[in-house]
C-alpha cells in the first residue's frame, strides 16, 4: 500500500459527502481523497415538499455546490458516472460527464467507499411516466409543484404510498428486520403537510388523501408503540388508509391497480418506487442477491476489508433512511482513521448501532418527529408534533448548507436531545 492512501469515494450525496469529509477529519493529511459523482452539487431531498407547497422552484433553492467544500479538504473531485467496479485489480472505470463523447477513464484506490445511492424503478411501474408524481428529486419536484400551482390538479381523491421494496439478500450479512417499502417517511409526511396544503387552497383536506403501503402496516420501521398512536391519529384526522397491497401493477388516469387484485381511485397519484441497486453493481462479489453492497457493523465488505459502503447502496441500511446513513459515515470515518490516519480513540469504535430519527413537515410551521429502535429490538420509542420538529428540519437543512455536509458530531444527538424533550 502506498506511503498515502488512496480513498476513493463513489458518489457525493448525503452519505458519500458527510464519509468524505469524516474521513478528513479522523485521517488528516494521511490519506489522499478523491470523489466520483455525475453532478457537482447534492440535491437536498428532505426539502422538496416545503418548496412545493410554497411554489418555489427546488432546482433553484435545493441544489448544494459541494466542490468548494471539497477543496478545503483537500480532496479531488471527478464529475463522471461510474461504469464498473474490478475488486480484485482494485480499480474503478468512469466515463467524464461535462460533456458528451468522453473516453472510459480507470481509477487505483487503496480504499473504495461506494455511496452511489440507489436507482429508483419508476421505469417499471406501468403508467407513472404519464399519470404518476413523485417527490423523489428536484425533477420530479419541480413538475408536480407545475402541475398542483397551475391549475393541473382539479381537486380530486388524492392517493400516496410506496410500491413494493425487494430487498437484498445474503448469508453474509448481520441479522436485520426484512423491509417491504424502502421509507416511508416521505409518503406519511407529504399526506400530512399536503392535507394542510389542500385546505389552505380551499380544495379539501386530509378526507381528500388516501395512504397506502404494500406491507401490513404503513412506516414498520417506527415500530410498534409509535405506530398504536400514528395510525388511529390518521384515521382520526380523516384520511383514508389501504395496506397490504403488495405493490403497484399500474397507474392509469383515474387510479391505481395494485398487486393484491384491488384498485384505488385517485385524480392524483404520488409514488414512492422499488429502490434497486445499480445495475453495474448486482454481479460483484461485493454485493447481495439484488446488488446492494454486502457489509458487517463496520460498513465493511467481510470478503473485500478495503471495500465499504454507505447510505442506500449498502445492504444492511435498511430501511433507507438518511439518518443511517449519517451514523454509517461517522462509524466507517473513525475505522478508516484509526487504520490509515492519525486517529486514536479512546476506547474501541463502536459498531453502527441502528435507529430511526425522522423529522418531517406537516405544514404551517409544524412537523413531526420520531425517534425509535424497536424495529431493531430496542426500546426507544418518541413520537412528538409541534412546531420544534419543523424548527429543527429547516435548522438541519442551514447547517448542512453552511458547513457542506460535515455535521459536528454533537449535531445530531444535540437534535435528538432537543426533540426528545421539548414539544412547542
Not at 429502535?373 to 418518541?382: A, F, Q, R, V
Request: hydrophobic letters at 40%.
Amino acid at each position: 500500500m502506498a506511503a498515502q492512501p488512496h480513498i476513493v469515494i463513489l458518489g457525493t450525496n448525503f452519505a458519500g459527502l458527510t464519509t468524505a469529509r469524516y474521513i478528513r477529519e479522523y485521517a488528516g493529511k494521511n490519506v489522499r481523497m478523491t470523489c466520483i459523482d455525475r453532478k457537482p452539487y447534492l440535491a437536498f431531498i428532505p426539502n422538496i415538499p416545503i418548496e412545493v407547497w410554497n411554489n418555489n422552484n427546488p432546482e433553484s433553492s435545493l441544489h448544494l455546490p459541494f466542490v468548494r467544500f471539497l477543496d478545503r479538504d483537500d480532496i479531488d473531485f471527478i464529475q463522471a458516472e461510474v461504469q464498473q467496479i474490478d475488486v480484485e485489480q482494485k480499480k474503478v472505470e468512469y466515463k467524464p460527464m461535462e460533456r458528451s463523447g468522453s473516453a472510459i477513464e480507470k481509477l487505483a484506490y487503496d480504499y473504495l467507499v461506494i455511496a452511489l445511492g440507489n436507482k429508483l424503478a419508476f421505469d417499471e411501474i406501468e403508467g407513472f411516466g404519464k399519470y404518476g408524481h413523485t417527490f423523489t428529486d428536484t425533477y420530479y419536484g419541480d413538475k408536480i409543484r407545475r402541475h398542483l400551482h397551475d391549475g393541473g390538479y382539479k381537486g380530486g381523491p388524492v392517493a400516496i404510498g410506496s410500491d413494493l421494496f425487494i430487498q437484498g439478500k445474503s448469508e453474509k450479512l448481520p441479522d436485520i428486520p426484512v423491509a417491504e417499502a424502502a421509507c416511508e417517511g416521505p409518503p406519511v409526511e407529504i399526506s400530512f403537510s399536503m392535507a394542510e396544503w389542500l385546505g389552505e387552497k380551499g380544495l379539501g383536506g386530509s378526507e381528500t388523501i388516501t395512504m397506502f403501503t404494500p406491507a401490513e402496516v404503513i412506516a414498520e420501521d417506527a415500530g410498534e408503540t409509535i405506530l398504536e398512536e400514528l395510525l388511529p391519529m390518521v384515521q382520526e384526522m380523516g384520511f383514508g388508509y389501504k395496506a397490504n397491497t403488495r405493490g403497484i401493477k399500474r397507474i392509469y388516469e383515474d387510479g391505481i391497480e395494485f398487486r393484491d387484485g384491488s384498485s384505488l381511485e385517485a385524480e392524483l397519484k404520488i409514488i414512492f418506487p422499488n429502490w434497486k441497486a445499480h445495475d453495474f453493481l448486482r454481479e460483484l462479489p461485493i454485493s447481495d442477491d439484488q446488488g446492494f453492497i454486502i457489509t458487517d457493523l463496520f460498513m465493511r465488505n467481510p470478503d473485500y476489508p478495503e471495500v465499504f459502503a454507505v447510505g442506500d447502496a449498502a445492504s444492511i441500511t435498511v430501511p433507507k433512511l438518511g439518518s443511517l446513513g449519517h451514523l454509517e459515515s461517522e462509524v466507517l470515518a473513525k475505522v478508516l482513521g484509526e487504520e490509515v490516519g492519525g486517529y486514536q480513540p479512546k476506547e474501541s469504535i463502536d459498531p453502527l448501532k441502528f435507529k430511526l430519527v425522522c423529522m418531517g413537515d406537516m405544514g404551517a410551521h409544524k412537523g413531526f418527529y420520531m425517534h425509535s429502535d424497536e424495529w431493531w429490538g430496542g426500546e426507544t420509542s418518541i413520537l412528538k408534533m409541534g412546531r420544534t420538529p419543523h424548527l429543527l428540519k429547516m435548522g438541519f437543512k442551514t447547517m448542512y448548507y453552511t458547513l457542506g455536509g460535515k455535521i459536528p458530531s454533537w449535531g445530531l444527538p444535540l437534535s435528538e436531545l432537543i426533540a426528545d424533550r421539548t414539544v412547542i
